[in-house]
């Protein structure tokens, strides 16, 4: 498989030198790489400090005794996002219509180069919501390098907090995304907008506290558009981005890959064979913006490894 992929490239670039120029690799032949199932599922406002306070969460005790969301969870993501999306739980302002949940395959592989992941899935009958004029359909993809305990544990979760836009204590404020120790405090309403003395930030990123994303845009009929970024302080998107996006929206099956260099000398995850970094997924549809995507609880993911959820090859 992998002397093949590299046979690939090698051929590719003997037709077509200009292709190594510009980075460009041959693209894996998804159909003979093995894939997985996730059930991506509505989570509403069920936000990181909702999950921790005993008082609204039943697992959160035991959350913070060690055991992980995906622990617990896994097996019950299409019960939790159709109650969830019905409005009768952590949900003000359901969207009338909306399904609760969508299945995806999700296939990894690498060559000497890049990092590649193929997202394929039905997103069923989606009422418009009208929040995202521009896209209809928006696929991401979170990584943690390992520096950042509480993704590893709770995947995206680690970056939800109660005060970000649309959540229950966000006060009007348009806080994206961030993580809990950028900030001075946190309580049960997230962890406002005073954070931590410059040097302590530095110091953070020094180890690595950060999440990454990558995501595709997409229209049905149109090309995908690429998007990546950091997640620390705030949500800040890499540009110009160095992920690329192919893939196709044919009336809500949607197909996409995105790519990126294993290291892009850029300060982001480098990928390497053998070490195990956790992943989760979240997709917008029906021009869904903010919180009302779905997303997957933590996965794990290792290049050339095994005992992961996903070995990429
Ligand atoms: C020890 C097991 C356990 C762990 C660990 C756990 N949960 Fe839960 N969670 C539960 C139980 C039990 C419920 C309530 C389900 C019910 O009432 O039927 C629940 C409910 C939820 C709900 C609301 C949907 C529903 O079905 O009621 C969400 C969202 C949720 N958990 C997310 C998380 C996240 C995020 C984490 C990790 C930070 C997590 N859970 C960790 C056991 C757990």
């Known amino acids: 498989m992998k002397a093949s992929m590299k046979y690939m ?23 003979s790489v093995p894939g997985k199932s996730v ?16 008082a609204d969460h039943p697992g959160a005790d035991k959350f913070k005794a060690g055991k992980d969301c995906a622990a617990c969870h896994t097996g019950d993501e299409k019960n939790m996002g159709a109650l969830l999306v019905s409005g009768k739980k952590n949900e003000p302002t359901p969207i009338a219509g909306k399904p609760g949940s969508v299945v995806a395959k999700v296939q990894f592989s690498h060559d000497a180069e890049n990092l590649y992941v193929h997202i394929t899935f039905s997103e069923g009958a989606q009422p418009n919501a009208k929040m995202d004029p521009n896209y209809a359909t928006k696929v991401t993809m979170m990584i943690n390098g390992g520096g950042v305990p509480e993704a590893n544990r709770a995947g995206c979760w680690g970056m939800c907090h109660d005060d970000s836009a649309g959540m229950p204590s966000a006060g009007g404020a348009n806080r994206t995304m961030y993580l809990s120790k950028t900030r001075a405090a946190l309580t049960r309403q997230g962890g406002g907008d005073t954070l931590k003395p410059a040097a302590a930030l530095q110091q953070l990123r020094g180890g690595g506290y950060e999440l990454e994303y990558w995501q595709a845009r997409i229209n049905p009929g149109s090309a995908p558009v690429a998007e990546n970024g950091i ?3 705030k949500r800040t998107e890499t540009k110009p981005t160095d992920v690329s996006a192919t893939g196709t929206d044919s009336g809500g099956n949607v197909s996409v890959t995105l790519t990126r260099k ?8 480098v990928f390497a064979p053998g070490k195990h970094y956790t992943v989760a997924f979240a997709i917008h549809s029906g021009h869904a913006a903010k919180r009302f995507h779905y997303v997957s609880f933590e996965q794990s993911l290792v290049l050339d490894g095994a005992g992961a959820d996903f070995v990429a090859k």
């Open 9 to 31: 490239t090698i051929a590719a670039v003997g037709l077509a030198g200009s292709l190594a120029a510009t980075g460009a690799m041959a693209a894996p032949d998804w159909g």
């Open 39 to 54: 059930v991506l599922f509505y989570p509403g406002q069920s936000s990181w400090e909702w999950a921790l306070t005993t």
């Open 231 to 233: 997640i620390f302080d």
């Open 262 to 269: 294993l290291n892009d000398g850029a300060g982001h995850v």
